[in-house]
């Protein structure tokens, strides 16, 4: 099947994170028919038809844009946009879907004909200027008590050519989440890479999840823990959620049996690849004979998309949003025969039209309090996973074997804690079993470099070759290329060593054994494959980790044995150095001599 054929609907729902229990991935195929609803008039016939073909045993799959919630409501219908880039509502009608159970990911064959996904003239539709002049307004309205708070968004921008499969299969790898959807309507394709669970209702009782607080990740575990607590003892973020949690209680209060409606988790965090979620879980038991129609009217769209009170805050909404939202912010899910519902937020969610251009909604909840700039810098964050190239890794360890692993318990704690950071899977036992197995090849009268891989399904491969010595002093020089602290791989050992390698080379042809790298703030960071120390009246410095550098094992040890502390050094520090000495856990510490022809004043 080709998924970039026009002339055959298809939806893909995948399960690709497994952090919320989702755990089952869906493809519908062979379409029989299609339910759109275009025109913002009653919704009552669309519904009246998807549930003829519920009662014929087929299933029902698709999603509807925000502004279909403008149907629900006699109070919101002269909102509805003029025009929209999309349907109101769209589900392919199927027979039994091919489902897939467990944590592995559905194989999509790349058709060869299609070249390699580009981005171009990437864009936010809304200027900072008027994206602050936007939320003055917002809050004029909040002061006034018509809301309490509004879920303001607006749309980059791009233009998009070659392959849409090779497109999702990138940001899937970049974004796992419980809810992906791949959506071919013969017209458009929409990719969402959506954590939010809008609604899942099976025998009867039904789950809705909203997230409402976010915080970016930090650099290393510790930074990372620390914005996790940041993040929990959030007060704002803490009462955004608490908000909508009342609001979507109430929503299910509609649908609900009496007394059934209860948040059983409150403010749960949730650990995504670029940032922190807040999340809370409102559950319920539903009445009898409630309708596909009824639980949409009372539920959408979803609370923690709109702000609350949710009526007067969606009109506020289409005085102060310049675009529709169009499926960003709708839902996107299934419908099956036995009355099974699973649909997601769709948020993270990109639409792309047949002729090359594309569509990346972003935002955030504005209370009174809320800074501009920053709810700004959130919103764009929530885009992250779609600007930011990802890269394919391995953890890496080189550990020196010298009648034993040298410093082997520092080296695990370093891979664990990089592991837990990327969520990677870290089996000790199999690690020393590896390693173990190892010692048998290494002849007695040897030191050995051991290098051990670690991809992100926890499958280990091990190198080794003999060791040999060098003896110092070794020159140095500083490298010409700035290295940037915000860069998450200066932190963790990966195989993205590119950078690393060219400048190791860089500094072999110009006569030097090693290259030392500065920061953006002109602070020493660290060398290409060493950790940078200095002697200054018989004290060991070495820059902090918040400089942007790898923790070294040898460095690390170093710190802990009281042998060397922490300072933010530059350039000039090592001329007034009594000794320079670079080190890694291999090779152990080596005096150094600064090429000083090198040296900027």
Known sequence: MDLHSTRSPFVLLESTCLSGGAGRSFIFSSCKDTLV?????SPDKFFMRAESYLKRGLWLAGFFSYEFGYCLERRLIKYMPAAANLPLAWLGVFESPFVFLGEHTIRLKEQRKYPAPRIKQLKPAVTNEEYQTAIKRVKH?????????VNFTFPLTFEFSGSIVSLYKALRQAQPTDYSAFINTGNDFILSFSPELFFRLKKGKIVTKPMKGTISRGYTLKDDNNQCRNLKRSVKNRA???????????DLGRIAKTGSVKASKLFSLEKYTTLWQMTSTIEADIKDGITMKDIFKSLFPCGSVTGAPKIRTMQIIRKVERYPR?????????ISPHREMCFNVAIRTIHLDNRGRGVLGVGGGIVYDSKDKSEYDEAILKAKFFIKKQHRFSLIETILWDKSYYLLD??????????????????????????????????Q????????????????????????NITGPVSIMLSADVVHSDNLYLYHKTTNRSFYDKQRKQALGKGAWESIFINEHKELTEGSMTNIFILKNNKLLTPPVSCGLLPGVLREHLLRSAKADEKVLYPKDLLGADKIYIGNSVRG?????????????
């Open 37 to 41: 609803l275009n025109a913002p008039r």
């Open 589 to 601: 510490l080596i005096e150094a001599v600064l090429i000083k022809d090198n040296l900027k004043p």
């Open 326 to 334: 169009g499926v960003y912010c709708g839902a996107i899910g299934y």
């Open 240 to 250: 955004e959620n608490i908000m909508i949690v009342d609001l979507l209680r109430n």
């Open 410 to 443: 520092y080296h695990l704690e370093r891979l664990r804690h990089s592991c837990k950071y990327f969520g990677i899977p870290f089996r000790e036992y199999f690690i020393a079993d590896k390693l173990n197995h190892l010692i048998s090849f290494f002849g």
């Open 445 to 468: 009268e040897y030191r050995y470099k051991v290098r051990l891989l670690l991809n992100h399904q926890g499958s280990i491969r091990c190198f080794y070759s003999p060791l040999a």
């Open 141 to 149: 309205y909040i002061e006034k008590g018509e809301t309490y708070q």
